[in-house]
Each structure stands twice: as structure tokens, then as C-alpha cells.
């Protein structure tokens, strides 16, 4: 059973920077794509960025172009979100969601709060 654990959250002043970690464990199938999502209370889960496992570009909402970036190490089937210029309206809980060959797979999610 694929596990998705995400890491990473707190509790951060506007301006500054989080890393979030997705590690997927129980992996015996093809990874195709890992995506980050986010909640706001009160708010639907809103899509954040996109990687793919393979070749091709990674995509991001408009809300966090040029702050956020993607990436991953496909050795420890994880995922990383860096945050950076940390607005309050990036507050939320932030999941991991990932397309597997024959699944998928959402995490638990982890709380990311920007306040000073």
C-alpha cells in the first residue's frame, strides 16, 4: 500500500521560506506525476504545482509563480515544495497528491501558516 507523508510545515513570518517534503513509501508501481494542492479553512483544495516523472515542464498556479518552486529525488521517491516570499494568503494545509500507474494517492497534509 503507497503511502504519501508530507513534512515540513509551521509557522512562518510573511517573506520568509518553507520546505515541504512528500516521501512516498510502499511504491511498486510506475509513478506518472506528483502534484501539491492546498486548503484554505472555509476554502476548496486548490491546485499548487505539477511534476512529472519523466521529461516535461513543471506548472504552476498563477498565486505562487515565481515564488514556489517543484522538484524531486526520484532515488527516494520524494517530492519538495520550496516557498519563498510567504504571504499571509498562503496559509493553509498543503497535500501532497500523486498518480501512480495503477492508483492514487493523496498525503494527510501539512499546515503551512504565514502570520507575523
Avoid: H
Amino acid at each position: 500500500q503507497v503511502q504519501l507523508v508530507e513534512s515540513g510545515g509551521g509557522l512562518v513570518q510573511p517573506g520568509g521560506s518553507l520546505r515541504l517534503s512528500c516521501s512516498a513509501s510502499g511504491v511498486t508501481s510506475s509513478i506518472y506525476y506528483m502534484k501539491w494542492y492546498r486548503q484554505a479553512p472555509g476554502k476548496e483544495r486548490e491546485f499548487v504545482a505539477y511534476i512529472p516523472r519523466g521529461v516535461g515542464p513543471s506548472t504552476y498556479a498563477d498565486s505562487v509563480k515565481g515564488r514556489f518552486t517543484i522538484s524531486q529525488d526520484k532515488a527516494k521517491n520524494t517530492v519538495y515544495l520550496q516557498m519563498n516570499s510567504l504571504k499571509p494568503e498562503d496559509t493553509a494545509v498543503y497535500y501532497c497528491y500523486g498518480r501512480f500507474s495503477q492508483n492514487e494517492y493523496w498525503g494527510q497534509g501539512t499546515q503551512v501558516t504565514v502570520s507575523s
